[in-house]
Nanobody, 127 residues
Framework: QVQLVDSGGRWVQAGESLRLSCTAS????????MAWFRQAPGQEREAVAA????????YFMDSVEGRFLISRDTAETSLFLQMNNLKPDDTAVYYC????????????????????WGQGTQVTVSS
């Protein structure tokens, strides 16, 4: 398993932006599918966005499409989640996840597809 480290979460006000990062020591993501999930208190973990390595396809949950961007650095050692126009409903612990398996439009959002997870980073959006 890959050891992932999530970072970048903090308290912000509604309308502000944040960029989350995910890195793995001694590992590149060049042939790895990756995603961001989040979990709010008392709720199930939900998929936020995913990046497919083979063709660069990206997927987003409906409520963040147009506000969030998922990207990788050119060295393929970090995954980012750029979050713009944040809303109180975006408050959650955010986790990055990776899988060497395939993802598609119908599977990217399933947590069981992913084999390695970060420890999570807290994002709090105040109104």
């Amino acid at each position: 398993q890959v050891q992932l480290v999530d970072s970048g979460g903090r308290w912000v006000q509604a309308g502000e932006s944040l960029r989350l990062s995910c890195t793995a020591s001694g590992h590149t993501f060049s042939t790895t599918n990756m995603a961001w999930f989040r979990q709010a208190p008392g709720q199930e973990r939900e998929a936020v966005a995913a990046s497919r390595w083979s063709d660069g396809a990206t997927y987003f949950m409906d409520s963040v499409e147009g506000r969030f961007l998922i990207s990788r650095d050119t060295a393929e050692t970090s995954l980012f989640l750029q979050m713009n126009n944040l809303k109180p409903d975006d408050t959650a612990v955010y986790y990055c996840a990776t899988t060497a398996g395939l993802i598609s439009r119908t599977t990217w959002f399933r947590p069981e597809r992913y084999t390695s997870w970060g420890q999570g980073t807290q994002v709090t959006v105040s109104s």
